[in-house]
């Protein structure tokens, strides 16, 4: 059956919707025409294969561009072409003036070694950390205001242009105050050689002025629905992609929704075959509203989706020219088998990535396994793009986004391990996760820190716990072979004695993401939403990322006792999410 759906999936269908969407609808910001002409085809594509689809129409904090200005005024005078990043505040009409530091790539390194207060930092354009981090990380500093410059090649002369806002999805109370407060300009990477000259000689000072347009804006979230057949129906995964773009936006995300589209029409035909559910959701509020509709969508559907949901498939930035090696961004307890399945399909093995909480991936929280894979640029070819790791077309104006950045033998070829993935976890009887990678990295960063601060925040009995965990995921995922063997050789028929021991490890499986993805791989916790590209996030019980620095402290300064304080409490936090687990694991194994 697998191999069936593979072969019926077109790449000239998946071009069509492409070409569509970057050519006659470009620039689809949030809440414009554009946007809504986009979400009326996505929408009746779908229902012109029998897929019903339901239209959500919700309100989201977005930003539009209106207009920059960036004056050098020391030591000599002249404009630079700028672009206002959005959901920034509006300067006064006479701007606001200051002296110029490099921050080279932006990161809490670089920041810490520069005295920023009062002044406008530069920075280069990368994910190392990403811009809303970036802009964050100065403004904590008290920088007041920010250059951001184009990554990748300099012949182009593009400004880059992005979004400084930092909160994931629409603000709350809570989050309210950590919008950005300072302005921000997108510059020419030839702009950033030349300021870092002027620079080499002396202080530079500018003067900026930026006016964009933020606000409540209605936005659209098409959401196909195509049903399992299996005593698993009621269970689905979820396939998804922005829709919204700067320009084109070919490759970012328009070829990402051409390949949706595809897998939903083949996927459907075939849903009688299918044991679970899909639901195939196109965002928007992605570029100017940072994640606003899959936030919006874990929020106002968390029961369903704590409840049923399997796994999340986030498809953006496809089928890129120039690229070739299949590369899985991945939660943990997922790796082992995106791997088997990419594997058993291109033939080649892919590489393996830790799942940043970058693009759509607002499920952290609910604790959903998720994905996104894609073709890459080869390290030598992303040096050579001075690190633009989606091209150094990507978020460039004026816009490069265009068709001639679409590769369609590489589509075919993402398109075909997606789909092979999906198809595996909406046929299989028993759930592909495997919890032993997650494991050893639970025991390898609670050694760690317990070796330098272990006396401090009682990380003893943490660790303990955390090899226990590593034994008893050992055991299960024996037991879960186990059990897809038997199946397996049966031709997936469960027999009546194993239908429950299925059940009961499926919802095992399911039930350990639930509990530790929050405590393991996010600051946020289980209700909230982590800031975009938090540097704390680069580590595992991201609740301790400060720890390290207790043991460097002196034990009576205030920043010891804070950071004391708070990694106390995510200690606590850990604990509990590992002590949940134990106890869900015995109820199972020990039976």
Known sequence: MREEILSELSVDNVMKHTRYLAEELPDRYSGNANERKAAAYLEETLQAEGIPVSMY?????????????????APEHMEIPSIPFMNIPNTPSEGIEAELVDAGPGGEDELESKDVYGKVIMAESSYSPPRQEKIRLATARGAIGALIAHWGLEEPRLMVRGNAKAVWGNPAPETRE????????????????????????????????A????????????????????????????????????????????????LLLEMARVFNKYRHRLNRGIWVCFWSGHETGTMAASSWLVDNFWDELRDRCLAYFNVDSPGMTGTERYTMYISPELADFGAEAAMDVLDEEPDIQRLPRTGDQSFFGIGIPSMNARTMFSPEEIRRMANATLGWWNHGYPCHDTMDKVDPRMMAKNMKAVAAAA????SRPVLPLNFIR?????????????AVVGDLLHLAPLSKAAHTFHSRTQALESMRRDLEE???????LVGQDDKGKVRRVNRLLMRLSRVLTHAFASVAGRYGHDHYGLSHLKTRFPGLYYAPRLAKLDPDSEAYHLILTGCIRERNRAADALEEALHRLAEVIEE
């Open 57 to 73: 129409e919700f309100t989201g904090y977005v930003s539009l561009p209106v207009d920059s200005r960036l004056h050098v005024i």
């Open 438 to 450: 997650m494991a050893d990295e639970m025991v390898a960063r609670l050694e760690t820190l317990n």
């Open 423 to 426: 198809y595996e976890i909406c």
């Open 178 to 209: 950590q919008m950005p407060k300072i302005p921000v300009l997108g510059i020419t990477k030839a702009d950033l050689g030349r300021l870092r000259h002027f620079m080499s000689r002396g202080s530079v000072r500018v003067r900026l002025t």
């Open 211 to 258: 006016q964009v347009d933020c606000g409540w804006k209605k936005i659209l979230l098409p959401v196909g629905r195509i049903a399992g057949s299996g005593e698993d129906a009621q269970q689905f995964i979820i396939l998804g992609g922005h829709y919204d773009a700067w320009g084109n936006g070919a490759t970012d995300n328009a070829n990402g929704n051409g």
């Open 486 to 492: 038997r199946i397996t050789a049966g031709g997936l």
